[in-house]
T-cell receptor
Framework: DAGVIQSPRHEVTEMGQEVTLRCKPISGHNSLFWYRQTMMRGLELLIYFNNNVPIDDSGMPEDRFSAKMPNASFSTLKIQPSEPRDSAVYFC???????????????FGPGTRLTVL | KQEVTQIPAALSVPEGENLVLNCSFTDSAIYNLQWFRQDPGKGLTSLLLIQSSQREQTSGRLNASLDKSSGRSTLYIAASQPGDSATYLCAVPNSGGSNYKLTFGKGTLLTVNP
């Protein structure tokens, strides 16, 4: 299995531009997570999907952030417009089952390092 | 609110030494605990997941223990190697209806010197 795949691995953009991060979860996994990692705040859960449905988006910082999961093998996290404070590493993770009573082992992708100038 | 603390924040040891990394959590009503490894500029690699009903879990030179009642877990690394150098994170799911949400510790940065 290729594991969780994320693209791009690095993204440098200017303030105000739209940024789209992509994720392909492990085949057969029903849960998908988007995390953000910064030195100040560590790892934070942004949004959680189960069976392609957003279950918890309480971690999405503000309306500039949106995420979609149109099918079981693809998800996007979009930031529009981007700001310098969005600079961070964004991780996608997937797990086998999940749901509200999840707690399954989560497998992480390599991350996208975003720099907003 | 669950809080996870990892001690020490950084550890430097000579190659071959056995070592213990510590993780403590405030809410003992956890389903499991997961240990991860993160290499610089890379993603997180899952090392071990211990279910709440287990006391320990082993994988190669790694052994993780869990004591729910005291809110503690340890990761034991035997015969450390320079390739073990990385940041080690522990994470626990929230209790109640949102146990898909992991709370992470800030990690222990391990350096194994040749």
């Amino acid at each position: 299995d290729a594991g969780v795949i994320q693209s791009p691995r690095h993204e440098v953009t200017e303030m105000g531009q739209e940024v789209t991060l992509r994720c392909k979860p492990i085949s057969g996994h029903n849960s998908l997570f988007w995390y953000r990692q910064t030195m100040m705040r560590g790892l934070e859960l942004l949004i959680y999907f189960n069976n392609n449905v957003p279950i918890d988006d309480s971690g999405m910082p503000e309306d500039r952030f949106s995420a979609k999961m149109p099918n079981a093998s693809f998800s996007t996290l979009k930031i529009q417009p981007s700001e310098p404070r969005d600079s961070a590493v964004y991780f996608c993770a997937s797990s086998l089952a999940g749901g509200l009573m999840g707690g399954d082992e989560q497998f992480f992708g390599p991350g996208t390092r975003l720099t907003v100038l | 609110k669950q809080e996870v603390t990892q001690i020490p924040a950084a550890l430097s040891v000579p190659e071959g030494e056995n070592l213990v990394l510590n993780c403590s959590f405030t809410d003992s009503a956890i389903y499991n605990l997961q240990w991860f490894r993160q290499d610089p500029g890379k993603g997180l690699t899952s090392l071990l997941l211990i279910q709440s009903s287990q006391r320990e879990q082993t994988s190669g030179r790694l052994n993780a223990s869990l004591d729910k009642s005291s809110g503690r877990s340890t990761l034991y690394i035997a015969a450390s190697q320079p390739g073990d150098s990385a940041t080690y994170l522990c994470a626990v799911p929230n209790s109640g209806g949102s146990n898909y949400k992991l709370t992470f510790g800030k990690g222990t940065l391990l350096t194994v010197n040749p």
